[in-house]
């Protein structure tokens, strides 16, 4: 490097540790620009950066969020669109960025320092000098194409949101809390009259107007080279410096500088309508303005006394409006970090001829709450609560300081004394010391005495309609006056512009920059040690292992694996097997779930009520979850998972077998958790994405498995059914959920993982005693083995292709979706395994062969593989297009020609595909949390060698193109294939002719069926009104508006 002569022109403001948290916080400032760098040091594989501009504008323009995306088309230097993208890629990184009301965040994620330290100088500059032609603004911003029709990135991402409540309501509750002259008031996305008119000239300007390095914060979470951090900013200081003023004296800070918020001088109530065809119910927010983000202590107190008001089913607002008064579904909140923040509350799912109601009610009980000696103890609880969840964020997540620094870096002051405050937890203390009538005079101040706004978001199928007509007439009206001669120069225009974006990146370009090494990605190492009978799968040679030898009392017969990292926190993950379970108590397993963490236990003798446990599971605890085993690895198993602190770990494990054995199942509540569900089924079955793969299960699966038994389309019989029975009979089926309880909750089912540093541990292994006796703890039996997924499958899963393809209209659906399922790897030794993954790597690079071939010529949003690589099948994902039929043939002509050698592999592409699969090991074990579950998957649910990862990460590198196309040809194009491979398509029913018609000639089987043909009931009987419930059934079919992308996968209860 040729300025190593010169000594970095940046001062170091201050460098601290936070007492909280193992991280090292460190602030400088170019001594020539201004530009700030805030860098949080902390353990793991994982660079985060968050390159953060404060932009202010007093318009709905949409510049700012167009800028965003103009930003990667190109810089000074770099005028290839797609090259930051393709050098990331291969240098372990992924780009992205988002636009706030009050800033533009572009992010860089890599593994290990040097692959950052490459992109980095890159992408300032495609920041501080992009590249901003008028044909990027006509592809990325705006357009209207050859058939008349608005087009354009952005356009289109701000059409899918403009008319929705959430945005609808927002908008206008900003526009009733801030006067023009405050930024905070405008939609910086761009509203779509807006960003039609919008000028590349308007978008430069206001680049112009905020990109300066003075006007930049380069924010870094992960383990940071400082000294080439330092020195890569200096240089590119250097760089720009001829290109913009390092300094402006005139600049003002945005926001901080510009005029402030008034008070609201009266409270506000407006209804906003929305278009809906279910006019059933709407939704509330309620704004308040609140203290400033700058003070630590009012703003703690912000999150402390909404926590208490609504922070889950036992505080009073949730308590009282969702579960007493049943007058919402939920009532959420947030506030907006500013130095006016803004408290939010919103109650969801209220109906519609309520919601003038809910609003005045929740408003009387906020003033009730006020007027009365509130809960001391619970108050205590929540700041204790609180304190543990930030310094648990503090250890596991890097958005905890990205979001704390990004609002410091825009609001606070900029000695650094604001950030300095990020070292303690003091204010917590400060708290504990408050007393009723000091939190009472918050309350009051803040919220129940104080004016606010509310909306009223009301459903209107009238406005659906009249939106709909509106833009066809005003669409109708643009063709006519452009003619057929108009539409056809606008196409040209179009293709121009395409064709000058996509000018190729020639090859020697991207060699300028080698492939970085990785020896700069640092793993976290967690140890293993096993007790009872997980040592049958060895027992390692470390410290944690004799730890645990020495505390294990003989003969101890509990599987657990200890993963050992230096935490402050103990997680527990309890894995349960449901392969005992009888097929057709597996529908009850999602509402089991539901109620695990909210329903009455007996202790002692005593009945406690579901709110008492929530409140005592809170004091315990810092989180706790029951879902699917998906997340460690295991799609047919459950898991229960508590994160605490080591001085509860006798607690939980004692709460644990209260919860397994001693909780009451409760008819009211369990009916409760039906009709929540029973709510849920008219927007899941919109979604033709889960509803393709939902068929395709059914085909493919057997009913054993768990994701089978859970699908909607089970539940939308079975559910409505069992609701019937709970009424009648409520006994019989409460006696269902003590036999499934039973079947779950038994010895040779569990095994356990304590994740934890293991030496604070009092007694690791004998805390755990209470669950070797119990009904159905027999611990001579030996421990089942965790079903392999590929034993789910049925015949036709084992081989597809005899069934064809199906072709499923639904009248809720304006686009298609596919999936092909064929046959796959059956397991983690596959010799291919290596190659399969950087073909797939290569074939789904972003700006690779199928992004091109099939989103760059508007066939799909997307097309994916899947990975799941011990299941026995491979299954290609067409989402979003306008004929799905179209996209798997684009695709397969693609992947043919590579497989053929017709195309050459592009090395750069390769080398992406590979570092790919480093990042995403990288991602995996990102956190201590992470890392220990990665063990416990490759080693007790995988039964794989503990180095398996490393060692596949060594195998990919040496994939040669003749293996790659190998696979393509083998594993992948039968995917493609009919005879080998079953097609499973949702659409609108506009398209079911073609696409029928398409596949058939692909020479599938097809046929033509209605949802309701993959219904079923596990073999729950009708009652004799079944009828009705059919023609109801119908109904929901047909109403409804527009798919949503809502994974029903993982039902979830978080505390
Ligand atoms: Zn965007």
Known sequence: MTSSAQKPRFRKIQSFRTDYAPTDITQYESERSGMRVVVADRKGPKINGYFTLATEIFDDSGAPHTLEHLVFMGSKNYKYKGLLDKLAGRAYSNTNAWTAVDHTAYTLETAGWDGFAQILPIYLEHVILPNITDDACVTEVHHVDGEGNDAGVVYSEMQALQYSSTELMDLRARRLLYPENIGFRYETGGMMEALRVLTPERIRAFHRAMYHPQNLAIIIVGEADHESLLSILDEFEESIKDDVPLLNADFKRPFVESPQPPPLEKTTVETVEFPEEDESTGEIVVGFFGPSCNDQVQATALNIIMTYLCGSSVSVIENTIVEKEELASSVSWWWDSRP????????????????????????????????????????????????????????????????????????????????????????????????????????????????????????SMKLATGLKEAEEARLAKRREELGNEGLELLKEKVENAKKHNEKPIPPEVLDQWPVPKTTSIHFIESATARSGKARSLGTPQNAAQKVIDAAAPADFPLFIQFENVPTNFVHLTVHIGTSETPVKYKPLLPLFADNFFNSPVMVDGERIGFEDVVKRLEKDTVSYQISGAGRVGDNEGMTLQFQLEPEKYTTIIQWLRTLMFDLVFDPVRLKAAVVKALADIPEAKRDGRAMALEVDMAIHMLRESYPVA??????????????????????????????????????????????????????????????????????????????????????????????????????????????????????????????????????????????????????????????????????????????????????????????????????????????????????????????????????????????????????????????????????????????????????????????????????????????????????????????????????????????????????????
């Open 340 to 459: 006016n923040s803004v408290i939010w509350f919103q109650p969801t799912g209220v109906a519609t001829e309520k919601l003038d109601f809910v609003e005045q009610r929740l408003i009387s009980l906020l003033k009730e709450v006020a007027s009365k000696p509130l809960d001391m103890q619970y108050m205590m609880e929540c700041i204790q609560r609180e304190r543990r969840q930030i310094k648990f964020q503090a250890e596991g997540s890097e958005q905890f300081y990205s979001s704390n620094i990004i609002t410091d870096y825009l609001f606070g002051k900029r000695d650094g004394s604001t950030l300095a405050e990020l070292q303690t937890l003091d204010e917590y203390d400060v708290l504990e010391s408050w007393n009723d009538g000091q939190w009472r005079d918050y309350l009051r101040k803040w919220i129940s005495d104080a004016h606010h706004v509310s909306i009223l978001g009301k459903p």
């Open 710 to 1055: 859970k699908r909607t389309l089970v539940k939308a019989v079975y559910l409505r059914r069992l609701k019937k029975l709970l009424e009648k009979e409520p006994e019989t089926v409460v006696g269902w959920f003590e036999e499934l309880r039973k079947s779950l909750f038994t010895f040779q089912n569990i095994r356990v993982l304590v994740t934890a540093d293991v030496a604070k541990l009092p007694e690791p292994v004998s805390a755990w005693k209470t669950l070797n006796k119990g009904p159905g703890l027999d611990t001579s039996k030996d421990i089942l083995p965790i079903t392999r997924p590929v034993a789910m499958l049925n015949n036709e899963g084992k081989t597809p292709g005899s069934f064809g393809s199906v072709v499923i209209p639904m009248t809720t659906l304006d686009s298609s979706y596919s999936v092909s399922t064929a046959v796959g790897l059956k397991s983690y030794a596959d010799p291919r395994l290596p190659a399969f993954l950087v073909a797939l790597g290569y074939l789904e690079a972003v700006e690779g062969p199928l992004w091109n071939a099939v989103r760059g010529n508007g066939l799909a949003y997307g097309v994916f593989f899947t990975r799941e690589v011990d299941a026995g099948y491979l299954q290609f994902r067409v989402y979003r297009s306008p004929d799905a039929s179209k996209a798997i043939e684009a695709s397969r002509n693609t992947v043919a020609k590579i497989a053929a050698g017709e195309e050459p592999l592009d090395r750069h592409l390769v080398e992406g595909a590979v570092s790919g699969i480093v990042l995403a090991a990288a991602d995996e074990q990102a956190t201590m949390a992470a890392a220990a579950q990665q063990n416990f998957i490759v080693g007790v649910v995988r039964g794989l060698e503990p180095e398996w990862n490393r060692k596949m990460l060594a195998r990919v590198r040496d994939v040669t193109p003749d293996e790659i196309r190998a696979v393509m040809r083998d594993l992948i194009l039968p995917v493609f294939e009919a005879g080998k491979s079953n097609v499973v398509v949702t659409c609108a029913p506009i398209m079911e002719e073609n696409i029928v018609k398409a596949l058939s000639t692909m020479g599938y089987k097809t046929q033509v069926q209605p949802l309701s043909h993959f219904y079923d009931d596990y073999g729950l009987q009708a009652g004799e009104d079944e009828d009705e419930d059919e023609d109801e059934d119908e109904d929901d079919e047909d109403d409804g508006s527009g798919g949503s992308d809502k994974d029903d996968s993982d039902e979830e209860m978080d505390g």
